[in-house]
């Protein structure tokens, strides 16, 4: 079985500011993807950041980057330069096996943005 | 190209009452994934189906709880006798093999 942990359920940062999010995982897959989701109130999920396991090199987009330490089975969210419109519930997710793109996900972090 | 269409958004049902979920994947997605958010919690994985097939329902609960995706149509997810716990917001994803899922914006069921 595989499992996701984020172990920050509500998390606050000023506009402007860094924040991170915390998520760590566990599977017995040596191949598999993590992924960070945004939930705004509108409850649409929205795909922020992807990071394939066998590659060292961590994932960014834009103001969204990842700290992926494989060896600890960790797998965080950095924020930089926090906008008001980055307020949501995060998720962290987690697919490993072929031949389907089944997620497991955290529980979520709920960040609220200051002004 | 539009994406996950998911109806209706909102469905309010009496205890006892059957919901009926609607999926309709992004065009040329054959794969169908069904997510069930209670509050405060992430989102569970219910059911995997490829047209007319279920390929993994490990997430089902076993009464009450069925899906289908038939050749042609939407993917339907149904609830028999609605209980209160059922209350929850119900997502549907859409793949082709082995990509990226794309979500819909979920069904919020209110049982009362």
């Known amino acids: 079985a595989q499992t996701v942990t984020q172990s920050q359920p509500e998390m606050s940062v000023q506009e402007a500011e860094t924040v991170t999010l915390s998520c760590t995982y566990d599977t017995s897959e040596s191949d598999y993807y993590l992924f960070w989701y945004k939930q705004p109130p509108s409850r649409q999920m929205i795909l922020v950041i992807r990071?394939?396991?066998?590659?060292?090199q961590n994932a960014t987009e834009n103001r969204f980057s990842v700290n992926f330490q494989k060896a600890a089975k960790s797998f965080s969210l950095k924020i930089s330069d926090s906008q008001l419109g980055d307020a949501a519930m995060y998720f962290c997710a987690l697919h490993s096996g072929a031949g389907s793109y089944q997620l497991t996900f955290g529980k979520g972090t709920k960040l609220s943005v200051i002004p | 190209n539009a994406g996950v269409m998911q109806n209706p958004r909102h469905l309010v049902r009496r205890r006892g009452q059957e919901a009926r979920l609607r999926c309709s994947p992004m065009?040329?997605?054959?794969?169908v994934y069904w997510y069930r958010q209670l509050p405060e919690e992430g989102l569970k994985f219910m059911v995997y189906l490829q047209k007319e097939n279920i390929i993994d329902e490990s997430g089902m609960p076993k009464e009450r709880f069925s899906a289908e995706f038939p050749k042609e149509g939407p993917s339907i997810l149904r609830i028999q006798q609605v209980v209160r716990g059922d209350s929850a917001a119900y997502f549907c994803?859409?793949?082709?093999?082995?990509?990226?899922?794309?979500f819909g914006q979920g069904t919020r069921l209110t049982v009362v």
């Open positions: 994803a859409s793949s082709m093999r082995n990509t990226e899922a794309f």
């Open positions: 990071q394939e396991a066998y590659k060292q």
């Open positions: 065009k040329g997605h054959s794969h």
